[in-house]
């Protein structure tokens, strides 16, 4: 993808000939998936607006208005904002090409909407859509879904079909990950613990996790000493 900067700042243009110009969507969903995972660790809080100021100009061009929202919401002033039609650098022409509705979710995935959402429960009657994966590029978000399914409703059931929450993404020339069933134990705050003790992730991981997604883990594995 040949993105180039212009003068002032401003975006060049897009070489609708290149090789990954057909690819383009699912390239911005995974770069959209990456910025989802680094929003769980606060060490890298520092990336993120050089991350959004990317994918607000990406999300402009493929004219995707939903996700230049979900980036202006994190980072205003950060966020490339457009006043006229004249500011995409896809043509209508180039653009229908693309095959942006087959790829990309209507609405942004949100790993906080979607970890509130698991957390309150069907509360508005309406299905939790699985939230979207890139195998282990996505470990984080994988990992902190578990936790707080198992939580939320783990007194509730002996086991928990992650399948509903997640959704592994095919990736071509890999082999398909899966999500598991997990089995729980009589107290649901020991299969938290396991599941944390197996990642390897260190009390310096924990400390950098969002508060409000820390919380209620780190609450668990104090239960258990």
């Not at 939230?131 to 059931?157: D, M, Q, W, Y």
Request: glycine fraction near 4%; aromatic fraction near 8%.
């Amino acid at each position: 993808l040949d993105y180039k900067m212009g003068q002032n700042n401003k975006p060049g243009e897009i070489d609708s000939t290149c090789q990954l110009f057909n690819y383009l969507p699912s390239c911005f969903l995974a770069l959209h998936l990456l910025y989802e995972e680094l929003k769980l660790d606060t060490s890298k809080y520092s990336e993120l607006p050089f991350l959004v100021n990317l994918l607000s100009r990406l999300a402009t061009d493929l004219q995707l208005p939903e996700y230049q929202l979900h980036y202006w919401k994190d980072f205003p002033d950060n966020c490339f904002v457009h006043t006229t039609q004249a500011a995409n650098n896809i043509s209508q022409e180039y653009l229908e090409k693309l095959s942006n509705s087959s790829v990309l979710p209507a609405k942004p995935p949100c790993v906080f909407t979607h970890l509130l959402n698991i957390n309150q429960g069907n509360s508005n009657h309406q299905p939790i859509q699985p939230f979207p994966i890139l195998g282990t590029r996505n470990s984080s978000i994988e990992l902190a879904v578990t936790c707080v399914a198992i939580l939320a409703h783990g007194v509730k059931h002996q086991s928990l079909d992650m399948r509903h929450l997640l959704r592994p993404l095919v990736q071509p020339g890999r082999p398909t990950s899966t999500v598991p069933i997990i089995h729980l134990e009589e107290n649901p705050t020991h299969t938290v613990a396991q599941l944390i003790a197996n990642s390897q992730w260190t009390p310096t991981r924990l400390g950098n996790l969002p508060l409000n997604v820390a919380l209620p883990i780190l609450s668990a594995l104090a239960s258990c000493q």
